[in-house]
Each structure stands twice: as structure tokens, then as C-alpha cells.
């Protein structure tokens, strides 16, 4: 595993540090680092919960696109992760899902300030790729044809479980050479387990729908005695536009489970069946 990708927001400055520390140590100067911007990380009050949900006392993060807090944001991660540089830099959670009202004046400042000041860090060599990361398939569009970009991290929204949200992006992405990242193959945990779907989709309670839809992948696979986890990390890299998968990992032994997993053999016979049964959009590409 070489390609590792953090942010401020995750915890709050911590998988940062606790990657850049991890890193140091194992002096692993090959590997790929990918970290976002668009969020500082400022202090909170002590004892408030983050509203976030991560259990980190004294810290908050606010959104800021403009051209000096990308700076602030990045300057700060190299600290964090003990490095001169990284390899992809990502601006994070632009969207109307998560903007709301604001997402034009968002947006706006994304293209005109954001985005630039990181093409002037990929420009000083402080980067080798910009883009963005986002859950969101439209604002992909939105920017795409507006600025140029090197790659997209698109979480959960290509994969085992959906596909046609991301279809339109996938297509424009190949079409303009921007690479795919491919990031929650496991839709937040609803295809992780062995047995059966979890209880979880977009970081939420999964509703009755969206867990039977899990539940008819989970039987087809029985059928073809294949992990679903395994279908989950290999399908999406099967699309052209795919560069790479990227899983949460919380342990060691989730860790080997998905170098297990992207290695496991799977029959042809399981994607034909998939199809067959209205749960992969026609012309998917299948490992």
C-alpha cells in the first residue's frame, strides 16, 4: 500500500499528524501522499462537542476557499505530515449538498481563488496533481469544464452498489484525461462485511431501499460464492477512467483484508449475474 489519503478535517489535524509521524518513522519516502484544502483547522471551546463527530476536544474546522486560507491550510498539513511537498492536492466538499444557499458563492470563490492558488502550488513543484474531493457527481461537472484539473476523488458514488450518478462525470473524465479516484467502494460500510450489508450509506442509517438493493448483491454473490467486499474494491477499477480505489482502514486486520481482497479471484460468471439481475448499470466495464 503506497497511496495514502488524509485531510485536515479528519480529525481534526490528527490522521495527519498520526500519518506524517507514521510515515517518518518507517522513513517510507515512496509513498503517495494525497491531502485536501478548503478547511482551516481553528480552535474550539473545550468540552463542546464538534457537531462533526470526531471526539477531538479543543478544535474546530471552517470552511475557507479563498486564496490565503488555501495557503494556510496547506502550509499547515506539510506540518502536520513532516513533509516538503505531496503528491495530490484536493480541495474538499465543494457541492450544493453541502453548501446549501451558498453553494454559487462557494463555487464562485472555489474557481476564482481556491483552485488557482493551488495550480500555483502544483506550478512551484509544492504538488504534482490538483483537483477536488467531493460526494457529489454534479459540482464535478460544474467545475470540470471551467478549470483544469488532474483528478477527482468521487466517494461512493461509483460503485458495486450505484453507478448511474457517476456515469455522466466518468464519461466527461476520460474524455478530458482527469483521473478517478475512486474513494468508498464500500458505501460507508453497507458492503464491508463477509455475511450481510451493514446498517450504514452516505454516513447515515441506510434506508429500507437502499439495504434491500445491498441485500439482492449480497445473494448474488453467495450464488457465485464470492466476498462482496472483494466485488466492492475491484469493480470500480475496472472503468477506464479509474486510476485508483481508495478503503477505509481502521486496523490491521482491515488492512489485510483489503490487500486480500483486491487479490481475490472472481468468476465472470458474478458480473454476468449482476447484470442479469438489474443491479449493474448496462455498459459498466467489469473486471
Known sequence: IRLFDTAPYYGYGLSEQRLGYALDSLHADDAVISTKVGRLIVPGIQGEPSGDGFAVNGRRAVFDYSRGGIVRSFESSLRRLRRGSVDILLLHDIGRETHGERHEEMLKLALDEALPAMAQLKASGACQAIGI????????????SRFDLDCILLAGRYTLLEQQAAAAVLAEAARRGIGI???????????ANAEAPGTTYNYQPADAAIVQRARDIYAVCATEGVDVGAAALQFPLAHPAVVAVIAGMRSPAEASSAVARSRAPIP????????????????????
Do not use: D, K, Y
Open 133 to 144: 474531493g467531493v460526494n457529489e457527481p454534479q459540482v464535478c461537472l460544474e467545475v470540470m
Open 268 to 287: 465472470a460468471s458474478l458480473w454476468h449475474r449482476l447484470r442479469e439481475a438489474g443491479l449493474l448499470t448496462i455498459g459498466a466495464p467489469t473486471p
Open 181 to 191: 479516484i475512486a474513494g468508498g467502494p464500500f458505501n460507508s460500510g453497507l458492503l
